[in-house]
């Protein structure tokens, strides 16, 4: 009897497996579809990665509208990440208004196996606008046009937007290019990234 | 209390919610940056934010209306392919990929036609109870 009031008051409900078969069909299929768009480089995926460590390389790194200044970042508290940096950790942020890159890898660390992207060759590079990046270390063979180095890093003014505190040492430039670009990433990218020829792929290694 | 969760669940689109709870949390994790920076980089960030957020309400209030079940459930399938252009896309594939179950298991998710008949009763008891009726 109680029981059936229990129906009353809540109807049981039940799913309907060839309609959810249908659903994820139709899901499967618009997901495909958006992967492939984006690999072709029609749509552009926006990232913005935090916290986690990821390291970026590139063939060549074109770039207009470039800054450059460190920054103290600050880890949250009893972050197992701390080690004996006490919590703190210098970074250079580095702010690129447009950017193309050849032969992009990106590689997230996920304990044990890395996330590995894939994208852009050099006749379709990959495209990145406002691109910011807090690295602890960058390689590469760097070339710059209009270069002002030591310029104070709140009045930075080549990449709107983007400016280091007061009495920070910064650097900006007109244009830089960047050979065999190798980025230790840390805390914040934020940028919309056009992906042609996307790869994904868990791979042991990374880039 | 156990029972009385399990009468709750089954009342609900309560897997489909959860998958789509699990999405919003995972996608949300991989674009979690400091909040002046998400403001700072303007509409992709915000837009990155607001995905996972609106997916996770979807999955919430999936539990606690599940009668609006249809809208919430396509609201979160959309939010979800969404996901793969504003936040890392779709939380590097794996809150896509799940948002996508939660979605389709609540859109499928139906409840019982109203006029079951009780399995536990005898069939005569029915009859035998609206005779009885009848005759007052």
Same mark, same amino acid.
């Given at each position: 009897?109680?029981? $059936? &009031?229990?129906?009353?008051?809540?109807?049981?409900?039940?799913?309907?497996?060839?309609?959810?078969?249908?659903? +994820? #069909?139709?899901?499967?299929?618009?997901?495909? !579809?958006?992967?492939?768009?984006? $690999?072709? !480089?029609?749509?552009?995926?926006?990232?913005?990665?935090?916290?986690?460590?990821?390291?970026?390389?590139?063939?060549?790194?074109?770039?207009?509208?470039? &800054?450059?200044?460190?920054?103290?970042?600050? +880890?949250?508290?009893?972050?197992?990440? &701390?080690?004996?940096? !006490?919590?703190?950790?210098?970074?250079?942020?580095?702010?690129?208004?447009?950017?193309?890159?050849?032969?992009? =890898?990106?590689?997230?660390?996920?304990?044990?196996?890395?996330?590995?992207?894939?994208?852009?060759?050099?006749?379709?590079?990959?495209?990145?606008?406002?691109?910011?990046?807090?690295? /602890?270390?960058?390689?590469? /063979?760097?070339?710059?046009?209009?270069? /002002?180095?030591?310029?104070?890093?709140?009045?930075?003014?080549?990449?709107?937007?983007?400016?280091? #505190?007061?009495?920070?040492?910064?650097?900006? @430039?007109?244009?830089?290019?960047?050979?065999?670009?190798?980025?230790?990433?840390?805390?914040?990218?934020?940028?919309?990234?056009?992906?042609?020829?996307?790869? +994904?792929?868990?791979?042991?290694?990374? =880039? | 209390?156990? %029972?009385?969760? %399990?009468?709750? %669940?089954?009342?609900?689109?309560?897997?489909?919610?959860?998958?789509?709870?699990? $999405?919003?949390?995972?996608?949300?994790?991989?674009?979690? @940056?400091?909040?002046?920076?998400?403001?700072?980089?303007?509409?992709?960030?915000?837009? #990155?934010?607001?995905?996972?957020?609106?997916?996770?309400? =979807?999955?919430?209030?999936?539990?606690?209306?599940?009668?609006?079940?249809?809208?919430?459930?396509?609201?979160?399938?959309?939010?979800?392919?969404?996901?793969?252009?504003?936040?890392?896309?779709?939380?590097?594939?794996?809150?896509?990929?799940?948002?996508?179950?939660?979605?389709?298991? @609540?859109?499928?998710?139906?409840?019982?036609?109203?006029?079951?008949?009780?399995?536990?009763?005898?069939? /005569? @008891?029915?009859?035998?109870?609206?005779?009885?009726?009848? &005759? %007052?």
């Amino acid at each position: 009897m109680t029981q $059936a &009031e229990d129906q009353e008051e809540q109807p049981q409900g039940r799913t309907r497996w060839r309609r959810f078969a249908l659903t +994820m #069909g139709i899901s499967t299929m618009v997901t495909a !579809g958006l992967v492939v768009l984006t $690999a072709q !480089g029609v749509i552009a995926a926006s990232f913005s990665v935090s916290g986690l460590p990821f390291v970026v390389t590139a063939d060549e790194l074109q770039g207009t509208g470039f &800054e450059q200044y460190a920054v103290l970042d600050q +880890m949250e508290p009893g972050s197992p990440n &701390e080690g004996d940096t !006490g919590g703190q950790l210098i970074l250079i942020v580095s702010a690129i208004d447009n950017a193309k890159l050849s032969n992009l =890898c990106q590689s997230i660390s996920l304990g044990g196996t890395n996330l590995r992207l894939t994208a852009g060759n050099a006749d379709h590079p990959v495209t990145a606008t406002k691109l910011i990046v807090d690295s /602890d270390l960058i390689t590469g /063979d760097a070339s710059f046009t209009s270069i /002002d180095i030591g310029q104070d890093a709140s009045t930075l003014t080549r990449v709107p937007g983007a400016t280091g #505190g007061i009495g920070i040492f910064g650097q900006q @430039a007109e244009t830089v290019n960047i050979k065999h670009l190798r980025q230790n990433n840390y805390a914040t990218t934020a940028a919309t990234f056009n992906l042609p020829g996307l790869h +994904m792929s868990f791979s042991a290694e990374g =880039c | 209390m156990r %029972r009385s969760f %399990r009468g709750w %669940r089954r009342s609900r689109p309560f897997w489909g919610g959860l998958f789509i709870v699990v $999405a919003a949390v995972e996608i949300f994790l991989t674009v979690k @940056a400091p909040l002046p920076v998400v403001v700072h980089v303007g509409m992709q960030g915000l837009a #990155g934010f607001l995905v996972p957020i609106i997916m996770l309400l =979807c999955g919430v209030l999936l539990w606690f209306t599940p009668a609006n079940r249809t809208f919430y459930s396509i609201l979160a399938l959309l939010m979800a392919f969404a996901s793969w252009v504003t936040s890392n896309l779709g939380g590097f594939l794996i809150g896509l990929l799940l948002g996508m179950i939660g979605g389709s298991l @609540a859109f499928s998710w139906q409840p019982a036609p109203p006029r079951k008949p009780a399995p536990a009763l005898p069939p /005569d @008891a029915d009859t035998a109870e609206l005779t009885e009726r009848a &005759e %007052r």
